[in-house]
């Protein structure tokens, strides 16, 4: 006999009904992230930033991935003092205006010819007018910035303010802890998360587990051969909302 979550799954697909009833993400904030994280986001009814867990030098936090001559390239965000003995929230950022100004040089070199570049860059540059006591922040402002262009309804919360009871709980149990204190009997994982977490588990918390993987990804860059896995950036620079929503339905979920 199928579960609950696959026959619930089932239905959500044949319909094309996203959010799924009953459902929770709890993620990481990254700065301007890729176009999977935006489908995570798009398929569940809640979404928590899980912003008082350690930092990851040389992760997604801070940076990401544009295009620049047809060819990837990383910008990173200055921070002061990053450290994986710190939590996100406890990491703040350089007063860097020479950084700003660079990056918005980067991005107009990079895309003024795109065609989406002028409506893109001001969603980007109201990221940056902010003022942000740490680079989770930072983080959730350009995520929420991007959702608004997309017209892309979230509802959203910080680990730091509404479940800091939970700290201290191992991985797995806090993430059944937080989903069950929102109600939620699905929780939604990047495909990654498999070697970390098991549906065995969850299901004997009464938590249906299921991890989300993007499908083939594929759109015209200028005249360039393809470079995929770059920030959400990059997507909205060279496609219009229709596509895009387009591309955030193209994910399974197993």
Known sequence: MRSSFYQKLEKQVRNCEFPIPG??????????????????????????????????????????????????????????????????????????????????????????????????????????VGEYSNIGDLAIVSILAICRYMNMDLNWMKSSEEFCETKGQAKADRLISISKMLACDTYINPVGGKTLYHKDYFAKHGIDLGFIESGRVKY????????????????????????????LNNFDIG
């Open 23 to 128: 459902s929770v993400a709890i993620i990481q904030p990254y700065v301007f992230p890729y176009l999977g994280y935006f489908q995570l986001l798009y398929s569940v009814e809640n979404v928590v930033f899980y912003d008082d867990v350690n930092f990851i030098k040389r992760g997604w936090i801070n940076r990401n991935k544009i295009l620049v001559n047809g060819k990837e390239f990383m910008f990173t965000i200055p921070l002061q003092k990053a450290s994986q003995n710190k939590l996100i929230n406890e990491i703040g950022l350089v007063e860097n205006q020479l950084f700003i100004q660079k990056f918005r040089q980067q991005l107009r070199s990079a895309y003024k010819k795109a065609p989406y570049y002028a409506e893109v860059n001001d969603v980007i540059e109201s990221v940056f």
């Open 220 to 247: 015209k860059q200028f005249e360039n051969d393809f470079v995929p896995y770059l920030s959400i950036i990059d997507i909205l620079m060279f496609n219009d909302k229709t596509t895009v929503i387009e591309l």
